[in-house]
Nanobody, 124 residues
């Protein structure tokens, strides 16, 4: 499974961005993804969960982004988006898209798939 993220960039504090991610199968048919999400990492910090959303549409957010970030997904297109508003310098990080509990054809994958990441830089 391949995850292609886009939408990162450099903005001033208080600005907004919209991150998008599309999942596809390298071979076979991608049938379902249970949970899609976004993580971020700003060295030397550890990678942290930003937001996730189940196939039923229930979102989950890190406390640090509640009220500022909104995650959404389109199951038919296997895409997930993250609207990031009121950005702060501490939001600067590489943002990674993930897909958990994926089914391709008749094969189920328990380990998550990760995209390559997109850089978000917030200047003060």
């Amino acid at each position: 499974v391949q995850l292609q993220a886009s939408g990162g960039g450099t903005v001033q504090a208080g600005g907004s961005l919209r991150l998008s991610c599309a999942a596809s199968a390298a071979s076979g048919r991608l049938r379902s993804i249970n949970v899609m999400g976004w993580y971020r990492q700003a060295p030397p910090k550890q990678r942290e969960l930003v937001a996730s959303i189940g196939s039923g549409g229930s979102p989950n957010y890190a406390d640090s982004v509640k009220g500022r970030f909104t995650i959404s997904r389109e199951n038919d297109n296997n895409t997930v988006a993250l609207q990031v508003n009121s950005l702060k310098p501490e939001d600067t990080a590489v943002y990674y898209c993930t897909a958990h509990q994926v089914v391709v054809d008749t094969n189920s994958y328990g380990l998550p798939f990760w995209g390559k990441g997109t850089q978000v830089t917030v200047s003060s």
